[in-house]
């Protein structure tokens, strides 16, 4: 898929133009120019009361002569209601209806006309990174014909100027990075856990460092865990056949003097819930509970296709939580890397245990700040439902910043509170801590057993159990938050 930017109208030639109309049938001005190509017919089909404008409406022209073979129709809202929100609702629409067309070329008019929430570079950045979404394909293996692949081929974002038009290239390449990091995620998401193993995992990390030289990775086995003594995340792994994982991706876009920033995520690539078993009703679905892990690798990937100029290390600890003869027991007490001893009461908070370890192993890359993400509670659905990650964070700038990149990428997150009061919660009469506090604000005790490990670093936890997949018909993953932590990370540079 090809993008590129065209800044003038006397070289249009797009076998399909995508043009925005205002709820009312007010014209935006590349709309208005458009349409003169067009002899006025979209003027003609307003005033006849065909299309109205309304947010996410599409109506499409066929069969037009001249250099313009098809009219894409798209209604952008009020104009006075104008807002980010809105334009990826008309854009996502738009794709969609252009990528059921034959068209194998498009000209995007929406990203022409600017306003103050809507520059050139949000509108092109977004424009990529919906047009690719709408494009992605779950990983097919189903056993029948295949679908064919959409036809389209390339898209020109229309700019107001040379100077948008530059922006924009820039906007480009950032969009095709989130877009290539997100299908990463969704891809190593969407696999079935007997295919997406932690070994798995591995590869698609080692497979990472051979397509991008800037990036290099390590897997570390069990028998390297062992040495490390990281015995909270091998006592989740204890009762599965499946060996677990560290994987260690490291991006060095900038100096080496440059500290990294961190990216920690969780890879349980099935969970059961181990010996404390879950509710068979949708089990299925714990294939995704290595969100946190496809995420980070997806960043990652992201950064790569970008060339961003900033050092990152992702951190993947990779396992099974199965039960078994071996399984942990609700009652044993484990110890972390850390030295600090886990009194285990509920298998099923085992992210927490995978996480403090790998936590404690990123101190060794002395991270400017370390970002874990993890589908770590059902009660971070319960609070936020699947609109916004949960976020809880020691440091106030961290977490102002990954609030205003979630903002800016449409991949939102809400601040949760930290508290010495709710780790009052996680004491226990035979160790350090226990895993689990009890049903009150589960959320928050679960970053407040990862805060415990954290002591002296710039920390934020970002809770994707309820964002990082969709379920029912339209179950697969989102790729959340891919394009959070991206557009965070080049803030950063």
């Known amino acids: 898929m090809q993008f590129t930017t065209e800044s003038s109208f006397s070289r249009i030639r797009s076998a399909c133009a995508i043009v ?80 059921k067309t034959p068209a194998t070329d498009a000209l995007l008019g929406l990203t022409h006309d600017e306003h103050p929430d809507l520059d050139a570079y949000y509108r092109a950045r977004m424009a990529v990174e919906l047009i690719s979404q709408a494009r992605y394909r779950i990983p097919d293996l189903k056993s029948g014909r295949k679908p064919k692949a959409p036809r389209l081929e390339r898209v020109s974002l229309l700019a107001a100027d040379r100077t948008r038009a530059a922006t924009m290239t820039k906007a480009i390449l950032h969009g095709e990075g989130i877009a290539a990091g997100s299908a990463v995620a969704k891809d ?19 497979a990472l460092a051979k397509s991008h030289r800037k990036i290099h990775t390590r897997v570390l086995a069990e028998p390297e865990l062992k040495r490390l003594k990281m015995g909270s995340l091998l006592s989740v792994t204890s009762g599965t056949a499946e060996p677990a994982r560290l994987i260690v991706v490291e991006y060095r876009g900038a100096a080496a003097a440059i500290a990294p920033i961190a990216l920690v995520g969780k890879g349980v690539t099935f969970d059961s819930g181990g010996i404390s078993l879950k509710d068979p009703g949708g089990m299925d679905e714990m294939k995704f509970d290595m969100s946190g892990a496809a995420a980070v690798l997806g960043a990652v990937k992201a950064l790569a296709v970008i060339n ?26 484990v110890t972390s890397m850390a030295g600090l001893t886990i009194e285990v009461l509920n298998t099923d908070a085992e992210g927490r245990l995978i996480l403090c370890d790998a936590l404690t192993y990123s101190r060794r890359f002395k991270p400017s700040a370390v970002i ?47 508290g010495e009061e709710y780790q009052e919660q996680l004491k226990s009469n035979f160790a350090d801590l226990a895993n689990v506090g009890g049903r009150e604000a589960g959320a928050v005790t679960a970053a407040c057993f990862l805060w415990k490990f954290v002591d002296g670093l710039k920390w934020a936890h ?32």
């Open 188 to 206: 190593l998401a969407n696999l079935p856990p007997n295919i997406c193993t932690p070994t798995y995992l591995g590869k698609a990390a080692l």
């Open 372 to 418: 874990d993400v993890a589908t770590l509670t059902g009660a971070c659905v319960v609070a936020l439902g699947q609109h916004l990650s949960g976020l809880m964070s020691n440091d106030d700038t961290l977490a102002a910043e990954l609030v205003a990149a979630g903002t800016r990428s449409g991949d939102p997150c809400w601040r949760m509170p930290l």
């Open 462 to 493: 970002l809770d994707i159990a309820g964002s990082a997949w969709l379920n029912g018909a339209q179950k697969g993953s989102t790729g959340r938050p891919v394009s959070l932590l991206v557009d965070y990370l080049l803030a950063q540079k």
């Open 308 to 333: 961003a100029p900033i050092n990152v290390v992702a951190i993947v600890p990779a396992c099974e939580n199965m039960p078994g003869g071996k399984a942990t027991k609700p009652g044993d007490i």
């Open 20 to 99: 925005g109309i205002y709820d009312g049938g007010e014209l935006p001005e590349s709309t208005t120019r458009i349409d003169e190509m067009l002899g006025g017919r979209v003027h003609r089909i307003i005033k006849a009361g065909d299309f109205t404008g309304r947010l996410g409406d599409t109506l499409l022209l066929p069969d037009l002569e001249g250099r313009i073979q098809r009219v894409l129709l798209v209604g952008l809202g009020p104009a006075k209601a104008r807002s980010r929100r809105n334009f990826r609702r008309a854009m996502s629409q738009a794709a969609q209806v252009l990528l």
